[in-house]
C-alpha cells in the first residue's frame, strides 16, 4: 500500500468555505464508488484556513493517470470536479490545468 499527499486551496471566501465543507459531509455515492474503484482504499482531507490537504492511501496498481482517464469518461465525476471548481483554485506554483499538487515526503519518523 501506498500513500499519496496532496494540496490545493480554496477560494479565501469563508461562505463559499462552508458550502464546500457541506459537499464534502454528504459525498455523492457516484464520486466515493469512481473514488474506491480507482484503487484509492482511504482518502481524508484536511483545511487550515483555505489550504487543503488531501492524504490517500492506494492499493498496489493504482495509476493517477488511470484514474485520470476514467474521471474523464464519468459525466458525473465531471459534474462534481466542475461544481468544486467553484470553490477550489489552483496553488500559485501549479502548472497551468493543475488542481491537487502532489507533494514531496521530506521526513518520516
Not at 23 to 30: I, L, S, T
Not at 69 to 79: G, H
Amino acid at each position: 500500500m501506498r500513500k499519496y499527499v496532496l494540496a490545493l486551496d480554496l477560494k479565501d471566501d469563508p461562505k463559499l468555505i462552508e458550502e464546500y465543507e457541506k459537499y464534502h459531509q454528504e459525498v455523492w455515492p457516484e464520486i466515493v464508488e469512481s473514488i474506491k474503484e480507482s484503487g484509492i482504499s482511504a482518502m481524508e482531507i484536511y483545511r487550515f484556513s483555505n489550504r487543503l490537504v488531501m492524504c490517500m492511501q492506494v492499493e498496489e496498481g493504482f495509476s493517477f493517470e488511470q484514474k485520470a482517464k476514467a474521471d474523464a469518461e464519468n459525466p458525473k465525476v465531471q459534474e462534481w470536479e466542475t461544481l468544486m471548481w467553484k470553490y477550489q483554485q489552483a496553488l500559485p506554483t501549479a502548472k497551468p490545468g493543475e488542481k491537487w499538487v502532489l507533494m514531496d515526503k521530506i521526513f518520516s519518523l
